[in-house]
């Protein structure tokens, strides 16, 4: 073989080489979860949910010859701290996606950094605010608190049940709850005869209780997270209130009936589907990524998935349906979750667009209640 001829060689198993290294190249995925503090509800099961899928996805052989690289950090549900880490995943990490956070408060509060920087941030959190108005980096896999409300006010439109009394944790989620049921409440019909909120650490919530008992309220609506609501289930208990307890999505898991004990019984909430996946028909559109997601995620951790870690599932999944189309960049991957359409998750059928980054509508809420210790679909 002359010079020339191995010369050549050289060059051409270098280029080859070089190629398969860039094609192995992994890519990096952020990650922004309550793993500890009182979010840990939210934040462990989200963890959890996008660590399995990464880990399925990366067994499998990766995306068209990239492993995914997830690079989780514990925000413990502080707002600041979710800054910081977001700007250490973005500068020092160079990650091309940002799941989470967990929270409203974090989110809203991480919504400039990736505005900034232009990275796709896919958000847990429920708020409506988070995508309405809608940001060009900023997308949600939870669904809206403003079809959650929806759900309710129908189902009391439907009852001729006229007069509510609201109590709203005195923080993100609920100020946007909160929002949305006052803002919703002419439109069903619906007069709001008393509004009280509570401190997300409040451990006793009978003073505002006692204030509705005498209302005159048709039904109570209390939203917030865990464990405030558990809270307020246990006081209407010890207060002997028989007014109908409704809470909002940010309880949909067995935490909140383990929390609330035999308080409970009977309380209805709008929740994804997921926490009653073997209850749906055949022909729900769902139903296979709701089944595999909790047979998956029981195999794993030995306890059901739920609506929570569904939120990160879906993040995930989107970021690794743009990688599976050839999208590698943050900015690719961008432009093809806002064309996402149709795309069956385990917060609902996602159709997102230009004008739309929550990509859900109000057939990904059911209305569930607690019977026996578990949930069941109200029908």
Same mark, same amino acid.
């Not at 409300?149 to 100020?175: M, N, P």
């Not at 505002?208 to 609501?229: D, E, F, M, V, Y």
């Not at 019984?265 to 055949?282: C, N, Q, R, T, Y």
């Given at each position: ?26 890519? &990096?995925?952020? @990650? ?28 499998? /052989? ?37 799941? /989470?956070? $967990?929270?409203? /408060? ?18 847990? $959190?429920?708020? $409506? ?17 403003? %079809? ?14 006229? &007069?509510?009394?609201? %109590? +709203? ?21 619906? +007069? ?17 209780? #006692? ?36 809470? $909002? ?19 209805? %909430?709008?929740?994804?589907?997921? !926490?009653? @996946?073997?209850? %749906? ?47 590698? #960049? ?18 609902? +059928? ?13 057939? @990904?809420? =059911? ?9 069941? !679909? =109200?029908?």
């Amino acid at each position: 073989m002359n010079i020339k001829v191995m010369n050549f060689v050289i060059a051409a198993v270098t280029v080859l080489f070089s190629a398969n290294a860039f094609a192995a190249a992994p890519i &990096k995925i952020g @990650a922004l979860f309550a793993v500890t503090g009182p979010a840990a509800f939210l934040g462990e099961p989200e963890r959890n949910s996008a660590k399995m899928v990464v880990d399925e996805i990366n067994k499998s /052989g990766g995306i068209k010859g990239h492993k995914l690289e997830l690079v989780v950090y514990d925000t413990s549900g502080d707002a600041t701290k979710a800054v910081q880490l977001a700007t250490k995943l973005i500068k020092d990490d160079k990650v091309v996606a940002i799941i /989470g956070p $967990s929270t409203t /408060g974090e989110t809203m509060a991480v919504i400039p950094v990736a505005e900034r920087s232009m990275i796709p941030l896919i958000s847990c $959190s429920a708020g $409506s605010k988070i995508t309405d108005p809608v940001k060009k980096w900023v997308f949600k896999t939870a669904q809206n608190d403003s %079809l959650a409300v929806g759900k309710i006010y129908e189902y009391l439109q439907k009852r001729k049940l006229t &007069k509510v009394s609201l %109590l +709203t944790v005195s923080d993100g989620f609920g100020a946007s709850g909160r929002e949305q049921l006052k803002i919703q409440a002419p439109r069903y019909g619906i +007069t709001v005869v008393s509004d009280d909120t509570y401190g997300p650490k409040d451990t006793d919530m009978t003073a505002q209780l #006692t204030k509705i008992r005498g209302s005159h309220a048709q039904a109570i609506i209390c939203w917030g997270t865990n464990p405030g609501p558990a809270l307020v289930a246990k006081n209407v208990r010890q207060l002997g209130i028989k007014t109908p307890l409704f809470m $909002s999505h940010g309880v949909s898991s067995k935490k909140f009936i383990e929390l609330a004990g035999s308080a409970a019984e009977g309380i209805k %909430l709008p929740s994804g589907k997921v !926490i009653v @996946a073997d209850m %749906l028909p055949a022909s729900d559109k769902q139903k296979k990524s709701l089944m595999a997601f909790v047979k998956d995620y029981q195999r794993h951790y030995n306890t059901e998935g739920d609506h929570f870690g569904g939120h990160a599932w879906d993040a995930v999944m989107l970021i690794r349906n743009a990688i599976d189309n050839g999208a590698v #960049t943050a900015a690719a991957i961008r432009d093809h979750i806002e064309n996402t359409r149709g795309f069956a998750g385990i917060g609902g +059928t996602f159709n997102y667009s230009a004008h739309d980054h929550a990509g859900l509508g109000k057939d @990904a809420f =059911v209305l569930v209640e607690v019977k026996n210790k578990d949930w069941k !679909i =109200v029908k």
